[in-house]
C-alpha cells in the first residue's frame, strides 16, 4: 500500500519560505504523479499544485509565482516550497500521489498543519 | 478563475438515496474535466472515492456511484449509512489545473 508521509516545520514567520516534504513508500516517486493540497482551519481544500512523472509541473494560477513544487529522485520524497508567506496560508498541507492515466490523487497523506505567525 | 460549485449541505435519511453534484461557471462538466469526488471526515485527510467521473477506487463502497447528471458531475449515495456522515468534495481538471468545489456537508439522520 502506497504510503504519503509529510514533514516540515509547524511554524514559520510572514515573509519567509514555507518548505514541506512528503516521503513516499511503496511507490516508485519517478513513476507517479505528485500534488500539494491545502485546507484552511474550517474551510475547503485548494489545490497548490503537481509534478508529473515527467518532470513537469503546473501551478494554481492564484498562487503561480509564489509555489514550486519539486522532486527528488535519487530519495524517495517531493518537496513544496510557498514564498512571502502570510497569515492567509495557515492550513492544513496534504500531499497526494497516484499512477496517472486518469488516477491523480488516489493515496493522500495524514496532513500538517502549518502556522504563519511572528 | 473557475469557480466549482457543490451544495453547501444536504440530508439524507438512513438508508436513502441522495446525489450530490459539482458544477463549474465556465459551462457544462463533461468528461474531459476528469471529475473525482473526495470523501473527509471530521479530523481526517480526505478519501478518493471516485476518479475520471465514474470510476471507483478498490476501497470505495459500492453503495457509491459517480455520473455527468444535466451539466454537473454528480456523486449519488444509494443506502446511505451513518457512517457516511462526512463532507464531500469535487475536484475537476481545466487548463491544465485542477479546482475544488467548496464542498458538501451531508447529515445522515
Known amino acids: 500500500q502506497v504510503q504519503l508521509q509529510e514533514s516540515g516545520p509547524g511554524l514559520v514567520k510572514p515573509s519567509e519560505t514555507l518548505s514541506l516534504t512528503c516521503t513516499v513508500s511503496s511507490a516508485s516517486i519517478s513513476k507517479y504523479y505528485w500534488s500539494w493540497i491545502r485546507q484552511p482551519p474550517g474551510k475547503g481544500l485548494e489545490w497548490l499544485g503537481y509534478i508529473s512523472n515527467t518532470g513537469s509541473t503546473n501551478y494554481n494560477p492564484s498562487l503561480k509565482s509564489r509555489v514550486t513544487v519539486s522532486l527528488d529522485t535519487s530519495k524517495t520524497h517531493f518537496s513544496l516550497k510557498l514564498n512571502s508567506v502570510s497569515a492567509a496560508d495557515t492550513a492544513v498541507y496534504y500531499c497526494?500521489?497516484?499512477?496517472?492515466?486518469?488516477?491523480?490523487?488516489?493515496?493522500w497523506g495524514q496532513g500538517i498543519l502549518v502556522t504563519v505567525s511572528s | 478563475q473557475t469557480v466549482v460549485t457543490q451544495e453547501p449541505s444536504l440530508t439524507v435519511s438512513p438508508g436513502g438515496t441522495v446525489t450530490l453534484t459539482c458544477a463549474s461557471s465556465t459551462g457544462a462538466v463533461t468528461s474531459g474535466y476528469y471529475p473525482n469526488w473526495f470523501q473527509q471526515k471530521l479530523g481526517q485527510a480526505p478519501r478518493a472515492l471516485i476518479y475520471?467521473?465514474?470510476n471507483k477506487h478498490s476501497w470505495t463502497p459500492a453503495r457509491f456511484s459517480g455520473s455527468l447528471l444535466g451539466g454537473k458531475a454528480a456523486l449519488t449515495l444509494s443506502g446511505a449509512l451513518r457512517e457516511d456522515e462526512a463532507d464531500y468534495y469535487c475536484?475537476?481538471?481545466?487548463?491544465?489545473?485542477?479546482?475544488f468545489g467548496g464542498g458538501t456537508k451531508l447529515t445522515v439522520l
Open positions: 497526494a500521489g497516484s499512477p496517472g492515466a486518469g488516477r491523480y490523487f488516489d493515496y
Open positions: 475520471s467521473t465514474n
Open positions: 475536484l475537476l481538471y481545466q487548463g491544465g489545473t485542477w479546482v
